[in-house]
């Protein structure tokens, strides 16, 4: 195996016991620690937050550095929001949080043993269409 496939499995497996050992606390506890991670870890230490800077900085020249840091440090919160929904949220709680337009031909589809194709445009986390 090379270098990089074994950091790669080494990242999914330390991924996946982080993911595993969160799940053992309630949803508002996991819910605080993974946005304090990505505080630290992302906002504060900064993994690519100098990228997110400058890339502000070409789409929004007028924006003042503490405009810049608040949007950055929004990005990481969303990001914190989404993993969480994502990976440790339980499937009912997920459904409860979501508000869908046109549930009813989603159920209509389902009573008639047919399946659906939800589109989002991306709008929300579309990530949570796996509880449907």
């Not at 929004?74 to 046109?102: H, P, Q, R, V, W």
């Amino acid at each position: 195996m090379n270098k990089r496939k074994f950091q790669n499995w080494m990242e999914y497996i330390a991924f996946r016991g982080l993911i595993c050992f969160l799940k053992l606390f309630p949803y508002r506890v996991i819910k605080g620690i993974v946005l304090g991670m990505f505080y630290l870890v992302g906002y504060q230490i900064g993994i690519r937050r100098e990228v997110a800077f400058k890339q502000l900085s070409k789409v929004f020249p007028h924006k003042t550095k503490a405009e810049k840091n608040r949007i950055i440090w929004n990005m990481y919160k969303n990001m914190a929001l989404t993993i969480c929904e994502s990976y440790l949220m339980s499937d009912d709680k997920l459904i409860e949080a979501c508000s869908i337009c046109g549930q009813d031909i989603i159920d209509e589809a389902f009573a008639k043993g047919k399946g659906v194709i939800l589109a989002t445009c991306h709008f929300g986390n579309w990530e949570a269409a796996r509880v449907f």
